[in-house]
Nanobody
Framework: QVQLVESGGGLVQNGGSLRLSCTVSGFSYRLFDAEWYRQVPGRERELVARITSSGDNTNYTDSVKGRFTISRDNAKKTMSLQMNNLTPEDTAMYYC?????????WGQGTQVTVSS
């Protein structure tokens, strides 16, 4: 059974930090790229960060560059998103995703709220 379980969301003050984690099971995670998305009600889901299956390459949306860091541990079947210098504009539901081509497995989401 495929499962992706996020943790680490919560309420933080402007300028604070959070670390999101996602633990996966039920598939060959090492073959999949890992991604973090976020979504605000009424808006499209936004790709925040991506890391390749090997961990050699990462990409970030412009608004989080220099503040967020994506990482993965294929042995532990986890992906993480370290978020620093958070602002209220980062408030959203965050989702982890394991992607192989056009196919993706999704977590249930974890809420991040940044107070001003």
């Amino acid at each position: 059974q495929v499962q992706l379980v996020e943790s680490g969301g919560g309420l933080v003050q402007n300028g604070g930090s959070l670390r999101l984690s996602c633990t996966v099971s039920g598939f060959s995670y090492r073959l999949f790229d890992a991604e973090w998305y976020r979504q605000v009600p009424g808006r499209e889901r936004e790709l925040v960060a991506r890391i390749t299956s090997s961990g050699d390459n990462t990409n970030y949306t412009d608004s989080v560059k220099g503040r967020f860091t994506i990482s993965r541990d294929n042995a532990k079947k986890t992906m993480s998103l370290q978020m620093n210098n958070l602002t209220p504009e980062d408030t959203a539901m965050y989702y982890c995703c394991a992607r192989w081509g056009v196919n993706g497995y999704w977590g249930q989401g974890t809420q991040v709220t940044v107070s001003s």
